[in-house]
C-alpha cells in the first residue's frame, strides 16, 4: 500500500550495531589524572632538606655522638658520687677535674719523649731504611709492599725540617686540639643537662612507648659503658706492655710504637696489623731475630686480649661475631674516618636490644628468642 508507513531501518545483523559499549575502556586520547595533595610535598622538601642538613652536619653529629658515649660512660661515676650525699654539680666537676689532671699528666710525661724520639727517629730513618731493605730478602713477598712503606713521603722528614714540618700542619693540630675540647665540653654538658632533655624529649610520647624507651636506654646504656670503659683499660695495656717489649728489645722509638699500639688497638681485627708492622720494619734494624721476637710477642699478647683480656673487661655485653666486627669497621670507615669506625662498634653491639624491645612484633617471636638462644650459645 503507497499509503503505508514505512518501516524503521533497523540494522540487519550485529556488525552494524554500534561499537561503543558502556563497558569498553576509554578512548586513547583520554589521559589518566593524578591527583596528590600539597601535603606530599611538602613532606618530600621537609626530608631533602633534613638530608642535606645531615650531610652538611655529619661532622658536627658524629662530635655530639661521641660526646653521649663519653657521658654515658661517665654517668655511673656520677650516681656512685651522688649516692655519698655529694651534690650532682660538685660529683660532675669532680670528674672533670680528674680527667684535666689524667690528661695533663699524660701530656706532660709523654710528648716530651715522643718528640725525642721523632726528632731521633727523623734523623736516622734514611740509613735505618737502607738498613731495613738490605734485611729483606730479595725475593720475599713482602718487599715490595715493606718498599712502598718506607718510601712514603711523611717518612722522609728531617730532624731539622720536623719544625717546619709540624708548622706546616698545624693548622689541623689546632683543629684537632678544638675539637677534642668541644668533645670533653659536650660531654659534660651532656652530663649536667642530660637527665633533664631526655626527659622532655620523652613527653612527647605516648606512655608506653616512653617504658620502651627508657627501657633501651637503660639496657644500651650498660653496653656503650662497657665498651668505652674496656677500650680504654685495653689501649692502656697495650701500650703498656708494647713499650715494656719494645725497651726490652732495644727496639728503637719504643715509646711511638707503644702509643701506635694503644691508639690502633681502638680498631679490632685490622688495628693490630696497623701498629705491629712498623714494630716489625724498626725491629729489623736491630737484628732479624728481634723482628721475629716481636712477631712472636704481639701475637702471643694479641692471643692474649682476645681470648682473656677482653671477655673479662667487657663482660657479655658487646658479644659481637668477627664478621660483624670487621663489616662494621669497614662501613663506619668509609663513612667517617676513624671516628666513624670507633662509634659504630657500640651502635652494631646494640642491635640485639633494639630487636628484642622494638622489632619483636615485625619479626616474631620466634626469630627473635632464636636470636637470643644463639647469642646464649656464643657466650658460653
Same mark, same amino acid.
Given at each position: 500500500?503507497?499509503?503505508?508507513?514505512?518501516?524503521?531501518?533497523?540494522?540487519?545483523?550485529?556488525?552494524?550495531?554500534?561499537?561503543?559499549?558502556?563497558?569498553?575502556?576509554?578512548?586513547?586520547?583520554?589521559?589518566?589524572?593524578?591527583?596528590?595533595?600539597?601535603?606530599?610535598?611538602?613532606?618530600?622538601?621537609?626530608?631533602?632538606?633534613?638530608?642535606?642538613? #645531615?650531610?652538611?652536619?655529619?661532622?658536627?653529629?658524629?662530635?655530639?655522638?661521641?660526646?653521649?658515649?663519653?657521658?654515658?660512660?661517665?654517668?655511673?661515676?656520677?650516681?656512685?658520687?651522688?649516692?655519698?650525699? #655529694?651534690?650532682?654539680?660538685?660529683?660532675?666537676?669532680?670528674?672533670?677535674?680528674?680527667?684535666?689532671?689524667?690528661?695533663?699528666?699524660?701530656?706532660?710525661?709523654?710528648?716530651?719523649?715522643?718528640?725525642?724520639?721523632?726528632?731521633?727517629?727523623?734523623?736516622?730513618?734514611?740509613?735505618?731504611?737502607?738498613?731495613?731493605?738490605?734485611?729483606?730478602?730479595?725475593?720475599?713477598?713482602?718487599?715490595?709492599?715493606?718498599?712502598?712503606?718506607?718510601?712514603?713521603?711523611?717518612?722522609?722528614?728531617?730532624?731539622?725540617?720536623?719544625?717546619?714540618?709540624?708548622?706546616?700542619?698545624?693548622?689541623?693540630?689546632?683543629?684537632?686540639?678544638?675539637?677534642?675540647?668541644?668533645?670533653?665540653?659536650?660531654?659534660?654538658?651532656?652530663?649536667?643537662?642530660?637527665?633533664?632533655?631526655?626527659?622532655?624529649?620523652?613527653?612527647?610520647?605516648?606512655?608506653?612507648?616512653?617504658?620502651?624507651?627508657?627501657?633501651?636506654?637503660?639496657?644500651?646504656?650498660?653496653?656503650?659503658?662497657?665498651?668505652?670503659?674496656?677500650?680504654?683499660?685495653?689501649?692502656?695495656?697495650?701500650?703498656?706492655?708494647?713499650?715494656?717489649?719494645?725497651?726490652?728489645?732495644?727496639?728503637?722509638?719504643?715509646?711511638?710504637?707503644?702509643?701506635?699500639?694503644?691508639?690502633?688497638?681502638?680498631?679490632?681485627?685490622?688495628?693490630?696489623?696497623?701498629?705491629?708492622?712498623?714494630?716489625?720494619?724498626?725491629?729489623?734494624?736491630?737484628?732479624?731475630?728481634?723482628?721475629?721476637?716481636? +712477631?712472636?710477642?704481639?701475637?702471643?699478647?694479641?692471643?692474649?686480649?682476645?681470648?682473656?683480656?677482653?671477655?673479662?673487661?667487657?663482660?657479655?655485653?658487646?658479644?659481637?661475631?668477627?664478621?660483624?666486627?670487621?663489616?662494621?669497621?669497614?662501613?663506619?670507615?668509609?663513612?667517617?674516618?676513624?671516628?666513624?669506625?670507633?662509634? +659504630?662498634?657500640?651502635?652494631?653491639?646494640?642491635?640485639?636490644? #633494639?630487636?628484642?624491645?622494638?622489632?619483636?612484633?615485625?619479626?616474631?617471636?620466634?626469630?627473635?628468642?632464636?636470636?637470643?638462644?644463639?647469642?646464649?650459645?656464643?657466650?658460653?
Amino acid at each position: 500500500m503507497a499509503g503505508a508507513m514505512a518501516e524503521p531501518n533497523l540494522p540487519q545483523n550485529s556488525s552494524q550495531i554500534s561499537s561503543k559499549s558502556p563497558t569498553e575502556p576509554p578512548p586513547a586520547e583520554v589521559l589518566a589524572r593524578l591527583d596528590l595533595p600539597w601535603t606530599t610535598f611538602l613532606k618530600v622538601a621537609a626530608a631533602l632538606i633534613i638530608a642535606w642538613s #645531615i650531610y652538611q652536619l655529619w661532622s658536627l653529629l658524629l662530635l655530639v655522638f661521641l660526646a653521649m658515649l663519653l657521658a654515658v660512660t661517665l654517668q655511673p661515676f656520677v650516681n656512685r658520687l651522688e649516692a655519698r650525699k #655529694i651534690p650532682r654539680w660538685a660529683s660532675i666537676l669532680t670528674i672533670a677535674v680528674l680527667m684535666l689532671v689524667l690528661l695533663g699528666a699524660f701530656f706532660a710525661v709523654i710528648i716530651p719523649s715522643l718528640v725525642t724520639q721523632m726528632s731521633g727517629l727523623a734523623d736516622n730513618f734514611p740509613a735505618m731504611r737502607e738498613d731495613i731493605l738490605k734485611r729483606i730478602p730479595e725475593n720475599a713477598f713482602y718487599r715490595p709492599m715493606s718498599q712502598n712503606f718506607l718510601a712514603h713521603p711523611g717518612l722522609s722528614v728531617k730532624a731539622a725540617e720536623l719544625p717546619k714540618h709540624l708548622l706546616s700542619v698545624g693548622g689541623l693540630a689546632i683543629g684537632g686540639v678544638a675539637e677534642f675540647a668541644l668533645f670533653l665540653v659536650m660531654s659534660l654538658y651532656l652530663l649536667v643537662d642530660g637527665p633533664r632533655a631526655y626527659d622532655w624529649f620523652l613527653a612527647f610520647f605516648t606512655h608506653r612507648t616512653q617504658i620502651k624507651l627508657r627501657k633501651s636506654a637503660n639496657e644500651i646504656s650498660k653496653v656503650i659503658a662497657a665498651y668505652v670503659a674496656g677500650q680504654l683499660i685495653t689501649s692502656v695495656l697495650v701500650l703498656i706492655y708494647a713499650f715494656a717489649v719494645l725497651t726490652l728489645l732495644h727496639v728503637p722509638a719504643a715509646l711511638i710504637l707503644a702509643c701506635l699500639a694503644g691508639i690502633f688497638d681502638i680498631l679490632p681485627i685490622i688495628g693490630f696489623f696497623m701498629s705491629t708492622i712498623p714494630a716489625i720494619l724498626l725491629a729489623i734494624t736491630v737484628s732479624p731475630a728481634v723482628a721475629l721476637a716481636v +712477631v712472636g710477642l704481639y701475637l702471643a699478647y694479641h692471643a692474649l686480649e682476645n681470648y682473656f683480656i677482653v671477655p673479662k673487661v667487657y663482660g657479655n655485653r658487646l658479644k659481637l661475631s668477627t664478621l660483624a666486627v670487621l663489616l662494621a669497621l669497614l662501613i663506619g670507615g668509609i663513612l667517617a674516618g676513624i671516628p666513624g669506625a670507633i662509634a +659504630v662498634l657500640p651502635v652494631v653491639a646494640s642491635y640485639p636490644i #633494639i630487636e628484642k624491645i622494638w622489632l619483636r612484633k615485625y619479626l616474631g617471636t620466634e626469630v627473635v628468642e632464636t636470636h637470643v638462644e644463639q647469642q646464649k650459645e656464643a657466650e658460653s
